[in-house]
T-cell receptor, first 113, second 110 residues
Framework: ETGVTQTPRHLVMGMTNKKSLKCEQHLGHNAMYWYKQSAKKPLELMFV???????ENNSVPSRFSPECPNSSHLFLHLHTLQPEDSALYLC????????????FGPGTRLTVT | QKEVEQNSGPLSVPEGAIASLNCTYSDRGSQSFFWYRQYSGKSPELIMS????GDKEDGRFTAQLNKASQYVSLLIRDSQPSDSATYLC??????????FGTGTRLQVFP
């Protein structure tokens, strides 16, 4: 595996379900990010982790819970979602965060029914 | 004022023409500048980075940076229909993140 991978690529879940999105980077980077992109809307930064520490939570509802066990893995735990949470969820990584270039994974297309 | 501004487009150019995409930013302390290409339904792909004033060329792409005017642009020469996508400008400064613009949709017609 190379670059940034995300699983699953597609997810359909009910409003009462609990699911997790997984991201793994194979680039040796130390910063990882979660973004949300709704249809025809710009990227919204959700969370930033730098050296496993959360450095930004962009006022994200508590039904989204991130976890970063090490610099290579990032999870987004989902529970009690709303239909408006349906979107493309993108993971990215960068060498040391801040002004570094970011590399994106392919994304998880989430549909909440 | 938005931190990173781009015209949403669409910018329509004929095949073979030069497409010119523009981006302005508000933070004078910004130090890194990136262009990403995003096809519909796909994730953003990094295509250019620039850090100092002037031009940087990579194949058909040229990035131009003018820090005094707080302006960065992307030129695509010999535009192809496969270049049709949304182009995102991203700017890095002294925070823990890049600031992304809302993107410019480019349409290249045959």
């Amino acid at each position: 595996e190379t670059g940034v991978t995300q699983t699953p690529r597609h997810l359909v879940m009910g409003m009462t379900n609990k699911k997790s999105l997984k991201c793994e980077q194979h680039l040796g980077h130390n910063a990882m990010y979660w973004y949300k992109q709704s249809a025809k809307k710009p990227l919204e930064l959700m969370f930033v982790y730098n050296f496993k520490e959360q450095t930004e939570n962009n006022s994200v509802p508590s039904r989204f819970s991130p976890e970063c066990p090490n610099s290579s893995h990032l999870f987004l735990h989902l529970h009690t979602l709303q239909p408006e949470d349906s979107a493309l969820y993108l993971c990215a990584s960068s060498p040391t965060g801040g002004r570094d270039e970011q590399y994106f994974g392919p994304g998880t297309r989430l549909t909440v029914t | 004022q938005k931190e990173v501004e781009q015209n949403s487009g669409p910018l329509s150019v004929p095949e073979g023409a030069i497409a010119s995409l523009n981006c302005t930013y508000s933070d004078r302390g910004s130090q890194s500048f990136f262009w990403y290409r995003q096809y519909s339904g796909k994730s953003p792909e990094l295509i250019m980075s620039i850090y100092s004033n002037g031009d940087k060329e990579d194949g058909r792409f040229t990035a131009q940076l003018n820090k005094a005017s707080q302006y960065v642009s992307l030129l695509i020469r010999d535009s192809q229909p496969s270049d049709s996508a949304t182009y995102l400008c991203a700017v890095g400064g002294n925070t823990d993140k890049l600031i992304f613009g809302t993107g410019t949709r480019l349409q290249v017609f045959p």
